[in-house]
């Protein structure tokens, strides 16, 4: 897994001609990318005085060396560096081929890790796993097999077209008439004030995705898992009640065991709920591990970052987002990413939220295909619009492929349900025996 001579060769084109430095040093990223101690010393004297700005030749790398190991003189072993080279241009091509030796031993050393400390506890044997597959994923990339081929990407969009395979609806109706559905590669954002009801719109879709038979993930770093299922059991009853189910009153033992049989064929397999994990790199490793159609994170905001990462927190969200955006377009799916807004809002008359009303927006409207704003006007107006308890606005505020648009859909806090009308979700309260007014739907 190395190359001496390789190396040797590498190093006389760099001699010969030093302006393919700057052009191999993409690929040469550490002097321990030699395996030879001696060559390795010859690379950090190219490397300094091309960094000076000094000639690069054999007199000046040899004064830069001195002398090697051995009693060799550099003089004499550096001159034979130059009789293997061929030509100049191929140094490019010999430094890539020094990556992937590199890479191997790394590989090697991680493989030797884990055998010797599978079983030992004391060791996070699932971290070297990751570090393993990271740097065979590396290594992959550096082998000549990935080229363009236009007739496959034909094929591929032809099929996107007619077969609508790259849409994904949400299922809530009003709103896929005016965003289409959401795309596969892309991030869509709901974002909205607390108490704006944006955890169950987002609930609401999950349920949808779920009945639609695809694979949803939600990270629930808001709430508990067993209280995001509250809704869950709220939602495919016809008579639970979300407000009893929070409080733990009047709830009828046989409804519930009939409800959650229901939910355990119905989701089993398809649904999966994380409220412990933390970070971005465990996020994305239960992502791969899941490859589901659409991923749900409720909310960006309360991801953790190193101790050690100051930046402010919209550079760091920054860095969410595009990771995401990354992530969606190699697992082809859909990530919906849950959204605080600032306080802006709330100054305003009319407090209708806008774009600049993102809290640490940065590059979440700049990655986000669709941005979506769940506003419920009731917890603000009481009524004063004329509106119900159960109405509430789905506002587009962002649709790279379309149109943007106010959507008035139906909201019922008690079965947190997101329905495509008002008409609909008074309906259901009047079922339930809700009063329609009075104090706000809970969420």
Known sequence: MNSVELEKALLGCLISDSQYIDPVKQWITEDDFFYSSFNKKVWQALDKLHGRGLDVDLNTVCEEVGASKDGYHSMYEISGFLDKVTSPSKANVYARRLHSYYLRRILDTQMHSISNNINDGSLDTNRL????????????KLQPNKTFDMDGLLDKTKESIFES??????????????????????ITIIAGRPGNAKTT?????????????????????????????????AMESDSIQYRNLRNSIDI???????????????????????????????????????????????????????PQDRRDLRLKIGDVSRNYKWLAKAENMSVILVS??????????????????????GNLEQDAEIVVFSHYPWVSRYGDDGNSDCYLELIVAKNRYG?????????????????????????????????????????
């Open 129 to 140: 796993l990751e570090d393993a597959h990271t740097t065979i994923g590396n290594i992959i």
């Open 165 to 186: 395979t790259t849409l994904i609806p949400t299922g809530i109706n009003t709103l896929d008439r005016v965003i289409t559905g959401m795309t596969r590669g892309e």
């Open 201 to 233: 719109v987002s609930a609401n879709i999950a349920r949808n995705l779920v009945h639609q038979g695809m694979k949803v993930a939600m990270f629930n770093r808001e709430m508990p898992n067993t209280e995001m299922m509250k809704k869950f059991l």
């Open 252 to 306: 009828d033992s046989k409804i519930i065991e009939d409800v959650s049989a229901k939910i355990s064929e119905l989701y089993n397999g398809k649904l999966f709920m994380f409220d412990d994990v933390r970070d971005m790199e465990n996020t994305f490793r239960e992502i791969k591990a899941v490859k589901p159609d659409v991923v749900i994170d409720d909310h960006i905001g309360l991801i953790e970052h190193p």
């Open 340 to 361: 605080q807004m600032n306080r802006n809002m709330e100054h305003r008359n009319d407090r209708v939220p806008r774009l600049s009303d993102l809290a640490e927006s």
């Open 403 to 443: 149109q943007t648009n106010s959507c008035e859909v139906g909201y019922h806090g008690n079965s947190c349900m997101v329905t495509d009308s008002e008409q609909e979700a008074v309906s259901i309260a009047k079922k339930r025996g809700d009063d329609i007014g009075g104090t706000p739907n809970p969420f």
